[in-house]
Every structure is written in structure tokens, then in C-alpha cells.
């Protein structure tokens, strides 16, 4: 199961289709968690996110541990994920009660909604992921997500998809509107460079990508590798090859960290020449080999279960 979950990512996971109220090819609702015992529940399986997840918490409360770090989630609280975070450990009340919305990766790019695709924002959301609603915010939240219910739900209908297309672009509008109270960004025009970068974000988290090559991306959205890195460098103050090579460092450590395959077999999936390649650039970015980084993490899980 944790291997599936790993791979898979949020979107395509069996848990996501056990407990979703509703899921087709775009969207997913979720109103509960199946298999509650009595006292707390350890959710213990990782699971990367793929997709735009929403999870308001109606009541009880949570302990949530997003790449590494915990987060607590009480009544009111709405948990925003964007692609690519890592849920670890968790722990739910027994009286835990969410609403919650996920849309898949495809989906999101067609319709290219959510402000959160823009890169400071983004970034915003990682380290940031709970919002303490107030009492018109989480009221809103829940029409929103009752409407979606009973649309998506009920007996189809001949416009159902024109339908729920016009109603989550007003929830998207809502959306940003309450997030600003959290994230004040200047207004700025959606320039060109914006539009590449953007771009280049979309193809840098295409699934199974995992090309290393600045002339990749450049090519694929038709400029040269030093214009792509200029507009990198003027959006986000970092060049193509330093977010080329943070998105790949994400990937290795977090193969490193929880795949049940060998060293030699992460390599590969992760498109490196040969092991002695893979071993010198963990070495080079992490300061230890790949053998090292995983022990030491088998060491800190250790000390965290005697402690």
C-alpha cells in the first residue's frame, strides 16, 4: 500500500476512490475518512500530492505532517496542497468531520485556474498550508462545497459539466478573494515572461519527468536556454538550471527517503546515466552518498520512535 502511494501520488490512490463521495476525471469530493476506530487514528501511509487538495475541517482536530513538518488542524481551518508536498504521518480525532475537494492534475492545467499556480504564491502555500477561516469564510466554504455536492451528485444532466465548470470558476474567484487576507501580492500585469515561466513549471512537474537539461525545457517551449533562464531569473530570482535542479533534488530525496527500491533502481527510474553518476551528484547537492542520506534517515526515524 505505501509503495502504491508513493507512486501513485494522491490522485490515482485507492483510498481517494474508497472514500470519495463523488470523482470523475476532474474532481473528487470527499466527506469522510472510512475505518475509524475508537481513540485516535494513525495514518501511516505516505502519499504524495499530485493534484490541488482543499480539506476544510468541520470538527475535531488533526495532526498533519506535510514534508516533514507538523501542522494542527482544528474547526474552521481549511488545509490548502498543491502539487508535489509529501503527507507523512498523521493523526485524526475520533470525532474528525472534513469536507473536501481535490482536482485533478489535467484538469487544472486546462483550465488553468487557482492563482496558486503563480510561483510566489505557490511557495506561499508549502510552508504555510492551514488557514484559520472566520465565520463568513468557513459559512462560505461549506455552500460552496454542499452546491458542488448536490450538482456533481444528483442525476446527470445535459449541461452537468458546463455547469460545474462556471460554478468552480466562481469558487475559484471566492477563493482567492479570502486567501489575500493570508497573502498580500502586488498586482502585476500577466506578462509574457510569466506565461514561459509558468510554462516551464507546468513541464518541469509533468508526472515521470525528470530530465536534468535546461535545452529540454528550452526546446519544448521553442526559446533558447539562456532566454529561459533569464525570464526564471526575473520571475522568481533563480535561474532554469537551479529550479530544474531543486525539483530533481525533491524527487531523489524523497526516493531515497521512502521507495522500497534499491539505489541502483532509483537511479534508473530517475533517468541517471549509471549509479556512479547518481552517486557523485547525490553527493555533490546532499554532501553524502545516497547510501549515507538513507541511513541517516533510517537513524533520525529511530530516535523519533525512542524519544
Not at 458542488?148 to 460554478?167: C, G, I, N, V, W
Request: with cysteine.
Amino acid at each position: 500500500m505505501e509503495k502504491d502511494s508513493l507512486e501513485k501520488g494522491i490522485w490515482h490512490n485507492d483510498d481517494l476512490n474508497k472514500n470519495a463521495a463523488y470523482k470523475d476525471d476532474r474532481i473528487a469530493i470527499i466527506d469522510n475518512i472510512q475505518g475509524l476506530k475508537d481513540g485516535q487514528v494513525n495514518l501511516d501511509d505516505m502519499v504524495k500530492v499530485d493534484a490541488i487538495l482543499l480539506v476544510y475541517c468541520v470538527k475535531g482536530k488533526a495532526s498533519i505532517c506535510i514534508n516533514g513538518s507538523t501542522y494542527l488542524i482544528h474547526p474552521n481551518d481549511l488545509l490548502v496542497c498543491v502539487p508535489n508536498i509529501v503527507f507523512e504521518k498523521s493523526m485524526i480525532s475520533i470525532d474528525f468531520e472534513m469536507r473536501g475537494v481535490v482536482l485533478s492534475p489535467e484538469y487544472m492545467k486546462n483550465m488553468f485556474l487557482f492563482e496558486c499556480s503563480t510561483w510566489s504564491f505557490r511557495s506561499f502555500v508549502e510552508k504555510h498550508p492551514v488557514f484559520s477561516l472566520n465565520d463568513e469564510e468557513a459559512r462560505l466554504f461549506r455552500q460552496y462545497y454542499d452546491l458542488l455536492y448536490e450538482k456533481m451528485t444528483r442525476t446527470p444532466r445535459k449541461h452537468q459539466r458546463e455547469l460545474f465548470d462556471a460554478l468552480l470558476e466562481m469558487f475559484h474567484y471566492d477563493f482567492y478573494d479570502t486567501m489575500e487576507r493570508f497573502y498580500n501580492e502586488n498586482p502585476k500585469t500577466f506578462s509574457s515572461s510569466e506565461v514561459l515561466f509558468r510554462n516551464f513549471l507546468d513541464l518541469l512537474n509533468t508526472p515521470g519527468n525528470n530530465c536534468r537539461k535546461v535545452a529540454y525545457y528550452a526546446d519544448k517551449l521553442h526559446v533558447s536556454p539562456k532566454y529561459l533562464s533569464a525570464v526564471c531569473k526575473e520571475v522568481s530570482g533563480q535561474t532554469a538550471f537551479d529550479l530544474v535542479n531543486q525539483y530533481i533534488l525533491k524527487n531523489v530525496k524523497y526516493m531515497l527517503q521512502w521507495s522500497p527500491k534499491s539505489i541502483k533502481e532509483i537511479a534508473m527510474e530517475l533517468d541517471f546515466p549509471n549509479l556512479s553518476f547518481f552517486g557523485k551528484y547525490v553527493k555533490r547537492y546532499l554532501g553524502v552518498s545516497p547510501k549515507q542520506y538513507r541511513e541517516q534517515l533510517s537513524s533520525d526515524k529511530l530516535s523519533n520512535v525512542e524519544d
